[in-house]
């Protein structure tokens, strides 16, 4: 039994002061139906909690710490950075040279705008679609998650799935009536709603992997029709790219599906853990940006110098190093192998899906998940027993069946092969009554 006490205590004591406890909702351990570990600190491929416990974690903060946690050139990077101030509300070299990083991985790129997190690089690239194409509508899928605002919160993933609120209440009819929905992987469902809506249509979001509904892979040539038929109406085709962009590819999932997007927006990964977001495209639609073009949006703490500096030398150890996304690649295939191999020998019903060092363990007998209903049949209550008894194990994995698993750099095929045994234990433990 895991000794959580400080947890436990601590909790009850953020619930006094913060909304629910937590900053975040599937911080909360909700559905798993359990108490949040609050950690203490976390290093290389390792996470501590406030009782001591030691878990190999394969959350990875939700995919920005895909070189570990406390990388030695990321941490000196921040703390030099720091030394010359925090923040200054004006441009410094540093958000030059972390664009043309950016550029010089995504070809793709001319221009980028840094924001502070995903959910506003999403709605900025929606408002920008909007004023480059005078449309009102977009489109996204259903279980796919682009942050919190208010016109994404309409059949959303991640933590509005967990906890069955994919539609917010808060959130309008007016808004909710220009975010039209489509099947993932169903180019028709797309097809449909162009000809139901004709010309009204500014833009396609999509995750070209899914990562909120638990990873969902886009079949072969889904991307592609996305991109012909985005096209010849006249409409753009934007990556969201938040979790895959330099998760899949230095180019992200445009390099690894050979798909080109009109924007793209990005997270987690380029602050290497601080806090921040961008979106980013075609010159003739990102001049519109304010203040050269009319499409207002702003931050104050924009391009802030310390998460420039975690992500640039982020991005950076990831492009001096040729061989990073095979080396990736070993690893999840390594897990996912021994994985499916425990489920096979155990006899419990899941299905994997994988992409890169993205996956998902889902508890249901679909042999192929393809969207957002074959995904949210899966057995919750199997998954939180499962949750449990990995993390009694140290293993640290999202506390919700509707997101992904990551494997970083610093995971060893020792951590891995100690994961492949906790989670034969794990699953057996199901079978027990
Ligand atoms: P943030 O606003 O949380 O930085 O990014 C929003 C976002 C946008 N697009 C995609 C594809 C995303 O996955 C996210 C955020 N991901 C979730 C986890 N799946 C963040 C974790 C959380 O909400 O605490």
Redesign the pocket.
Known sequence: MLNNKNSVREFARAKNSIAAGVN????AFKNVNSTPLFVKNADGQYIFDIDGNKYIDFVCS??PMILGHAHPRVTKAVEDAAKFGTSYGAPTVLETQMAEQIKKMMPHVDLVRMVN??????MSAIRLARAYTKRDKFIKFVG?????GDSFLIKA???AITLGLPDSPGVTQGTANDTLTAVYNDINSVEKLYEQYPNQIAAVIV?PVA??MGVVVPEPKFLNDLRVLTSKNNSLLIF?E??TGFRLAKGGAAEYFGVTPDLC?L??IIGGGLPV?AYCGKREIMQLVAPDGPVYQAGTLSGNPLAMAAGLETLRIIDQDNDFYKKLEEKAKYLVDGFSKNAEEVGVDVTVNRVGSMMTFFFNNHKVIKNYDDAIISDVKKYSKYFLKMIEQGMWIAPSQF??MFVSAAHTFDDLQSAISANKIALQTLLEK
């Open positions: 975040s909702p599937v911080r939700w995919g997190s995903g959910t506003e690089a999403t796919c998650y682009h942050g919190h993933g991640s933590g995750e990562g909120n969201d938040v979790i927006t997270g987690k977001g997101e992904c």
